[in-house]
């Protein structure tokens, strides 16, 4: 299907929600590499001589590598707290109220941030901004998921990632004209900025649909789900993958709900349904416990521990000072033209999920990576500026291919909405604890090794990764149901 036939049929107020709610993955991206173009600045390695914005603060703060690292990584702990916690919380309360709750750690933590005389309330600010990211990269792909057209979710569930990658290249280019004097702390509460932003833009929007179902309110859930596709939209088909089989039941099990005794024993079949619905969701330990929800964790989480294994971040939070020796001025306008190529690539590829399927777009962006991390290494090795920059330009390009989207779709595709939350936060917190790792550990390792051969660790992660996506990860294009993409009998409500 031409991707330009979708979008005659979209309302605007479909777009508006797709938009307002993917601020919170831009924010994700903009702290991830908001102290990657101005780290020297920041850590008082290059000092400028032009007057402070704010005379009672410094103009900036000593930092060793060691404690950078920190500052750096701590927005990976906070990240973890935040989508450990966010899964349940959106489950239970709804997407839309855990959304809201996201935009108050990021308004709150980049005062913290911009204002910090110190590596503590770096640090401080730092965390609480990962609060909201972490939560965010959690719910919003669910929410997206739940809101966009049944055949075209691998295309909308990409802007995640297209809107995690706008938020890197935002940041880097306020950190190219920025990183001087105290204008740094400015890149630093811009965050703030845009999270009152989205603070603003959910309080008209609206709660998803089938999350609505789920809980027993059928009839709100269709009238919800006709003010997102427009009223003369056909929803019938979509709302049977409710597992509601006609309007006519929608109808029952909302009356039921409110009407007396008698009129339940009547409509007994739908309340037991309502009710099922209600008390289905799966927790934590639930989800490793159920034989048929672990091998579906176990595989979202290595494909989101691959994301970052593979060294994405290496470039994105370290990339300006990892290749400053080798390409002087240009290292920072190289972040920044990666950057844009990040969101050209991911828009660009946004339909391939849909076309080729999740699982060779993810085979195909993991080889890629692969094969640039080997052309990086020597190209550092060898001070080869032109085979560097060439590498970084494709490392990147093949992320968005595959490993960047993906994984945020697969999250909600390979299990049933009772265990979509509790297998987010399974999968973000895999995903933050290995981007700590690459955060506190790439300059230490980086430094150890000399200039470049991490970047033969991370093939090896790419072959073995490869292999494994390639034997455990099944294919979900074009399966309606979690039950169908494993293969299982699909289960009924009786």
């Avoid at 990584?73 to 959304?99: D, E, K």
């Amino acid at each position: 299907m031409d991707p330009r036939s979708w979008f005659k049929d979209l309302t605007g107020y479909f777009i508006y929600l797709l938009l307002i709610s993917t601020i919170g993955p831009l924010l994700f991206g903009f702290h991830l590499a908001e102290l990657n173009a101005p780290q020297d600045v920041v850590t008082c390695v290059k000092r400028s001589v032009s007057a402070s914005l704010l005379p009672s603060l410094p103009q900036c703060i000593p930092m060793n590598p060691t404690q950078f690292g920190l500052v750096s990584s701590i927005f990976t702990l906070g990240g973890l707290v935040g989508a450990l916690a966010a899964g349940p919380l959106s489950a239970r309360y709804g997407r839309l109220p855990t959304m809201h709750a996201t935009t108050v750690f990021f308004a709150v933590g980049p005062i913290f941030e911009a204002l910090a005389p110190s590596i503590a309330v770096m640090t401080v600010g730092r965390f609480i901004s990962g609060l909201g990211a972490g939560a965010s990269v959690v719910v919003v792909p669910i929410y997206i998921s739940e809101i966009a057209p049944p055949g075209e979710k691998g295309f909308f569930g990409s802007f995640t990632q297209v809107m995690i990658n706008f938020g890197i290249f935002v940041t880097q280019l306020l950190g190219y004209f920025l990183s001087k004097g105290q204008y740094w702390r400015i890149i630093l509460g811009v965050g703030g900025a845009i999270g009152l932003v989205q603070t603003a833009g959910l309080f008209v929007a609206v709660e998803s649909p089938k999350w609505m179902a789920d809980q027993g309110k059928p009839a709100l859930a269709k009238k919800t789900l006709k003010r997102i596709r427009g009223h003369a939209a056909n929803i019938e088909e979509e709302v049977v993958g409710w597992g509601i089989e006609s309007q006519g039941d929608m109808e029952d099990e909302e009356q039921t709900l409110l009407d007396n005794e008698d009129h339940v024993s009547q409509h007994g079949g739908s309340s037991s349904k309502t009710k099922q619905a209600r008390t289905q969701v799966l927790g934590f330990v639930e989800v490793l416990r159920s034989p048929d929800t672990n091998k579906a964790v176990f595989a979202v989480t290595m494909v989101m521990v691959a994301q970052q294994l593979c060294g994405i971040n290496s470039i994105v939070m370290y990339g300006v000072s990892l290749l400053s020796d080798l390409l002087a001025a240009n290292s920072a306008l190289l972040n920044v033209l990666v950057a844009v190529l990040n969101v050209i690539v991911t828009i660009s590829c946004a339909p391939l999920s849909d076309k080729l399927g999740r699982k060779t777009c993810l085979l195909l962006s993991i080889a890629g990576m692969g094969t640039n991390s080997l052309l990086l290494a020597i190209g550092i090795m060898r001070h080869i500026p032109v085979l560097s920059a060439v590498a970084v330009l494709l490392f990147v390009a093949s992320f968005g291919l595959g490993l960047g989207p993906v994984p945020f779709i697969l999250s909600s595709e390979l299990v049933g909405p009772e265990a979509v939350g509790a297998t987010q936060s399974w999968a973000l917190a895999a995903n933050w604890i290995s981007t700590f790792a690459i955060a506190q550990f790439f300059p230490v390792v980086n430094q150890k090794l000399g200039g470049g051969k991490v970047y033969f660790i991370f093939a090896g992660m790419a072959a073995f990764f490869a292999a494994l996506v390639a034997w455990w990860v099944p294919e979900t294009k074009g399966k309606r149901t979690a039950d169908e993409v494993w293969g299982r009998e699909a289960r009924r409500v009786d």
